[in-house]
């Protein structure tokens, strides 16, 4: 055995069995305990459907709920006669197969609309450009429940735009 392994088997060992002060015990008990629902619809309108190398592409993404699928994942889709607005949500849009990454992210006004600008590579090879939208909303994070739970949808263009 290493002297490496058997300093962090120690290490394991001692983290094991230090007692945690009882403030703490809940905090680390409630790590990592999230539960994700399907709630969002999202749906793009790009600015332009043609951009060249080094363009700023701009996109209006509008959150609405509920989603359109089955949120619950129980097998029965519902259409939803109404849809309201989501307001707060934390969405970012992102090309694909770009190298630095182009992303941008921004929060819905009232109307569950945010307008956000990604500017397209100058190394950009022409043809279509694939996108991909996520928008979330984290419920109680951090809170005395221990229940977080966040609210997503998503949306994949492809193609969302072409570089010519």
């Excluded at 394991?12 to 945690?20: D, H, R």
């Excluded at 999202?42 to 209006?60: F, H, L, N, Q, S």
């Excluded at 989501?86 to 969405?91: I, K, R, S, T």
Aim: charged residues 20%; hydrophobic residues 40%; proline residues 10%.
């Amino acid at each position: 055995m290493t002297k490496v392994v058997r300093a962090l088997m120690l290490a394991l060992l001692v983290t094991a069995v230090t007692p945690l002060p009882a403030d703490a015990t809940a905090d680390v008990r409630c790590r990592s305990a999230r539960t994700y629902v399907y709630t969002f619809t999202v749906e793009t309108k790009w600015e332009k459907k043609i951009y060249g190398p080094g363009d700023v592409a701009r996109v209006t993404v509008t959150v609405t709920r509920p989603a359109p699928q089955d949120p619950l994942g129980l097998g029965v889709p519902l259409d939803p006669p109404v849809t309201q607005p989501a307001e707060g949500v934390d969405v970012s849009t992102s090309f694909q197969g770009f190298f630095p990454y182009v992303f941008d992210r921004d929060i819905t006004n009232a109307d569950g609309k945010v307008k956000l600008t990604l500017k397209l590579p100058p190394s950009a090879k022409r043809g279509p450009v694939d996108s991909y939208t996520y928008a979330s909303l984290l419920h109680n994070a951090q809170g005395p429940a221990c229940s977080d739970f966040e609210e997503y949808g998503y949306k994949w263009d492809v193609p969302a735009v072409m570089v010519r």
